[in-house]
């Protein structure tokens, strides 16, 4: 494994994992929910019964306007992927999925779950980061090597 230390950025990103940590805990302070991205989102388009309220619209509002703010600041960081539009289509589709299957996304476990002990969301986590780092091991040392 090798460090790009140019790019390297520990405190941005404590920064920025502070930053979420404190929106995750007010959220639910003081609205008494979860900060599940899959749940609001969810709840927005329909997939949900609860009604989809303000808050959730607003919510889902200030992630896409986020980068807008940062503008302010100073320029965006440069962003690539390496995917043509099916992987992508498909890795959207099996996201969606699995979050349906663990009753959650990354945030919800990741982020909230895992700070108030809940086994289920530890368990969760485990999964989602396994199947990551299972599926960077098979495309980069596999597939990608044997193309």
């Known amino acids: 494994m ?15 994992g502070v930053l979420i940590g404190i929106a995750a805990a007010a959220y639910l302070l003081l609205n008494g929910r979860i900060a599940g991205i899959s749940s609001i989102l969810g709840a927005v388009v329909g997939f949900r019964k609860d009604e989809a309220t303000l808050w959730r619209v607003l919510f889902l509002a200030g992630l ?10 100073g320029a965006l960081p440069e962003a690539g992927i390496a995917a043509d539009y099916p992987q992508l289509v498909a890795a ?7 979050t349906r299957y ?5 945030s919800g476990h990741g982020v909230c779950g895992l ?3 809940s086994l289920r969301s530890l368990v969760a986590t485990l999964c989602f980061m396994g ?12 597939v990608q090597a044997g193309a």
Do not use: E, K, N
Request: include cysteine; proline fraction near 4%.
């Open 2 to 16: 090798i460090i790009d230390w140019q790019h390297f950025t520990p405190w941005t990103s404590l920064a920025g």
């Open 64 to 73: 896409i306007l986020a980068p807008s703010a940062w503008l302010l600041a």
């Open 92 to 98: 959207g589709l099996l996201v969606g999925l699995g």
């Open 102 to 106: 663990g009753s959650g996304c990354t």
């Open 115 to 117: 700070s108030s002990l």
């Open 131 to 142: 199947t990551g780092f299972a599926t960077v091991y098979v495309v980069r040392h596999l």
